[in-house]
T-cell receptor, first 114, second 116 residues
């Protein structure tokens, strides 16, 4: 079984500042890793995913994440945030090579301040 | 890209009635769909895995008789909340995996259920 920990429940940041949302996972098998964004009363939109290959993954809206196997982390970063980035962000993990369900972290509310 | 349509987006029902939520994959076939429940300010909790043509697999603690799941075709799964009570009020989200894309999980837009 896998588990995901998002240490920060809320992250306030000023507009145009950089941001990092932290995600750590636990698993006894190889995993795939995902970051999703959720706007109020909406479903989840995929930002990026790591399946294999380069550990630096670039996604939509200027986000990127780095897979660090030794630290079992998959932190999400953006060099300059916008007001429109205000949303809930979820890190998720699934067992590599399988069609099993995603396991989600508890989420991080990113609030971009003017 | 892959699109999952979930309907209705909002529903208010009286206590004791049943509500059906539909989840459709519009441009791909989904042999497996997942149903999640999300409480306010909380993460997504997997309720069940819906498999086309077979019985759904429910997570521990989820009442099978209350949350009926049917996956009759490769593009449609339904979740029926039977005899709904106020404690069933929540945000329900479905997800489908597109076999043609690298482990792409696409989510519906969610259904806000309010039981009064």
């Amino acid at each position: 079984a896998q588990s995901v920990t998002q240490l920060d429940s809320q992250v306030p940041v000023f507009e145009e500042a950089p941001v990092e949302l932290r995600c750590n996972y636990s698993s006894s098998v190889s995993v795939y890793l995902f970051w999703y964004v959720q706007y109020p009363n909406q479903g989840l939109q995929l930002l990026l995913k790591y399946l294999s290959g380069s550990t630096l993954v670039k996604g939509i809206n200027g986000f990127e994440a780095e897979f660090n196997k030794s630290q079992t982390s998959f932190h999400l970063r953006k060099p300059s945030v916008h007001i429109s980035d205000t949303a809930e962000y979820f890190c998720a993990v699934s067992e590599a090579g399988s069609a099993r369900q995603l396991t989600f972290g508890s989420g991080t509310q990113l609030t971009v301040l003017p | 890209g892959a699109v999952v349509s979930q309907h209705p987006s909002r529903v208010i029902c009286k206590s004791g009635t049943s509500v059906k939520i539909e989840c459709r994959s519009l441009d791909f076939q989904a042999t497996t769909m997942f149903w999640y429940r999300q409480f306010p300010k909380k993460s997504l909790m997997l309720m069940a895995t819906s498999n086309e043509g077979s019985k759904a697999t429910y997570e521990q603690g989820v009442e099978k008789d209350k949350f009926l799941i049917n996956h009759a075709s490769l593009t449609l799964s339904t979740l029926t909340v039977t005899s709904a009570h106020p404690e069933d009020s929540s945000f329900y989200i479905c997800s489908a995996r597109d076999r043609g894309r690298d482990y792409g999980y696409t989510f519906g837009s969610g259904t806000r259920l309010t039981v009064v």
